[in-house]
C-alpha cells in the first residue's frame, strides 16, 4: 500500500506522459476528494497509506483523467467565483474566464435599484447564482435553459448556495415577459467542427461559424431590454468583430469588449441605440 506522497508521485507521472498539463493540480484535487478532505489537510496528511479501496479507486481515476475526461465530471464539482457547484455530464464546465461575464455583470447593476437580470442558457447556474450572491441590491434573476437536466442542476445548485433565482425551460429569450436591465450570456459558440468529446454539444455548438447564438439573441432580444440596459455575451477567441456586426445590425451599439487574461477578446457589451 502507498504513502499519499507515493501515490500522487506516481499519478502525477503518469498524467505527465499522457500529456495533461495540470497534472499536478489533477492529481490532489482527485485524491482529496475521495478522502473526504481539502488540499490543505492531503499536505498534512502525506506520509499516510491509502486503504486498498481509495488506492485503486485513485488508479481508475488518474486512468479516466489521463484519457481526457475532465476533473470537474469526475469529481462532480467545480469552483467558479469561490463558490461550489456540483458539475455533471449533463451541464458544461465553467470557465474561470467567465467570472470576467459576470463581474462585468456586477459593475453594470450593482448600483441600480432591484434589477431585473436574465440569464439565457444557463447550464449549472453558475452566472445567474454568482449574481445572485454577490448583488445586495435585492435582482430579480430569470435563468433559462433549454434543457431539463442542465436546469435539475441548476435548481440542485440554487438551493445549495442559497441563491434567489427563478429557472425557465425555455429556448433562449422565450417564455420571458417584461423589460430586463441586463440580458448576459455565454451561449454555445464552438465551431462545429471543433466540438469536444466530453461536455454536452448542446452547451457548445454554435453552428458552423460558432455564430448561430448571437444571431438569435441581438435579432431577439430588443422588446425585452430597457433603455438603458445592457446586453453582456461572453464571445469566443477571434469572434468579436463579427459579433460587433451582428449587434449593430440590429440596432445595438458596443460599447465595451475586455480581454481575458489570455489576451483573447472575451466580454462584450452592447446596448440600444
Ligand atoms: N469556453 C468554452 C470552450 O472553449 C466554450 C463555451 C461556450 O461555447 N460558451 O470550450
Known amino acids: 500500500m502507498l504513502t499519499i506522497k507515493e501515490a500522487l508521485s506516481k499519478a502525477r507521472e503518469k498524467l505527465k506522459q499522457e500529456g495533461i498539463e495540470s497534472f499536478w493540480l489533477d492529481g490532489d484535487l482527485l485524491l482529496a476528494f475521495l478522502l473526504g478532505i481539502d488540499r490543505t489537510t492531503l499536505y498534512i496528511k502525506l506520509d499516510e497509506r491509502l486503504s486498498s479501496e481509495i488506492e485503486s479507486r485513485f488508479f481508475e481515476f488518474i486512468k479516466r483523467r489521463s484519457a481526457g475526461e475532465p476533473v470537474a465530471y469526475l469529481i462532480q464539482e467545480k469552483e467558479f467565483m469561490g463558490l461550489s457547484f456540483k458539475i455533471t455530464p449533463d451541464v458544461l464546465i465553467p470557465r474561470p474566464e467567465t467570472e470576467m461575464l459576470v463581474e462585468t455583470g456586477i459593475s453594470l447593476v450593482s448600483k441600480m435599484d432591484r434589477p431585473v437580470i436574465y440569464d439565457l442558457g444557463t447550464g449549472s447556474g453558475a452566472i445567474a447564482i454568482s449574481l445572485a450572491r454577490n448583488l ?29 433565482i427563478f429557472l425557465l425551460c ?104
Open 136 to 164: 445586495k441590491n435585492e435582482p430579480h434573476i430569470f435563468a433559462t435553459d433549454i434543457s431539463p437536466q442542465a436546469l435539475r442542476i441548476a435548481k440542485l445548485n440554487a438551493d445549495r448556495l442559497k441563491a434567489k
Open 170 to 273: 425555455s429556448s433562449l429569450l422565450s417564455g420571458l415577459k417584461g423589460k430586463a436591465d441586463l440580458i448576459i450570456s455565454n451561449p454555445p459558440y464552438v465551431q462545429r467542427e471543433n466540438l469536444g468529446r466530453y461536455e454536452p454539444q448542446i452547451s457548445l455548438d454554435g453552428g458552423i461559424d460558432g455564430l448561430s447564438f448571437y444571431q438569435r439573441i441581438f435579432s431577439q432580444v430588443r422588446p425585452l431590454l430597457k433603455k438603458p440596459g445592457f446586453l453582456v455575451v461572453e464571445m469566443g477567441a477571434g469572434q468579436s468583430e463579427a459579433i460587433s456586426k451582428i449587434a449593430k445590425r440590429q440596432g445595438f451599439k458596443t460599447i465595451g469588449i475586455t480581454k481575458d487574461l489570455a489576451g483573447i477578446e472575451r466580454v462584450l457589451v452592447a446596448t440600444l441605440v
